[in-house]
Antibody, heavy 121, light 107 residues
């Protein structure tokens, strides 16, 4: 069974940092394109960033709204995907989903349950 | 960036009805269009990909069509479990984007 389990969300002040994690199981971690998608409360879905598979050197892309502030990384030994959030703004408040992008096709067939990040003073 | 616009934003319908949701792209995206269903408090679920291909396990009452800039999701004979919010997503550009969503409510 494929499982994506996020953790690390919480309350942080504007300008602060947070690190989200996604534990991946049931699929070959190194073969996967893994993305982060977020959803602000009561709002729609927004793609945040992507980590390509090992064959593509785990290179990452980012949405313009987070580029330079957020960083995606992997820990192969733990089959974990991470999202480092720096210089957080109130508009970054959202549920952050870890998702599987089907072989880089840009369609998502597996989603985690999400982790809530609240940026507030 | 490619903008995706859905209409309507909300829709009321009854069990057994046939409903259609429209998604328009700001530029041609060929058939690189996916549809998702999201229920309150849950992660979205992939329904249709490449504009018209039904994801495994999705009931056949769901169908998709379109190419270029205009796409539709049709639900034939609405069931109680279909009341949810639906999102389109373009997978043409690496920096993919979603529509704003269509909330389907019970009349």
């Amino acid at each position: 069974e494929v499982q994506l389990v996020e953790s690390g969300g919480g309350l942080v002040q504007p300008g602060g940092s947070l690190r989200l994690s996604c534990a991946v199981s049931g699929i070959s971690f190194t073969d996967q394109y893994l993305d982060w998608v977020r959803q602000a409360p009561g709002k729609g879905l927004e793609w945040v960033g992507r980590s390509r598979n090992k064959a593509n050197s785990y290179t990452a892309d980012y949405a313009a709204s987070v580029k330079g502030r957020f960083t995606i990384s992997r820990d192969e030994s733990r089959s974990s995907l991470h999202l480092q959030l720096n210089s957080l703004k109130t508009e970054d408040t959202a549920v952050y989903y870890c998702v599987r992008d089907v072989y880089g096709s840009l369609r998502i067939d597996y989603w985690g349950q999400g982790t809530l990040v609240i940026v507030s003073s | 960036d490619i903008q995706m616009t859905q209409s309507p934003s909300s829709l009321s319908a009854s069990v057994g009805d046939r409903v259609t949701i429209t998604c328009r792209a700001s530029q041609s995206i060929s058939n690189y269009l996916n549809w998702y269903q999201q229920k309150p408090g849950k992660a979205p679920k992939l329904l249709i990909y490449d504009a018209s291909t039904l994801q495994s396990g999705v009931p056949s009452r769901f169908s998709g069509s379109g190419s270029g800039t205009d796409f539709t999701l049709t639900i034939r004979s609405l069931q109680p479990e279909d009341f949810a919010t639906y999102y389109c997503q373009q997978s043409y550009s690496t920096l993919y984007s979603f529509g704003q969503g269509t909330k389907l409510e019970i009349k």
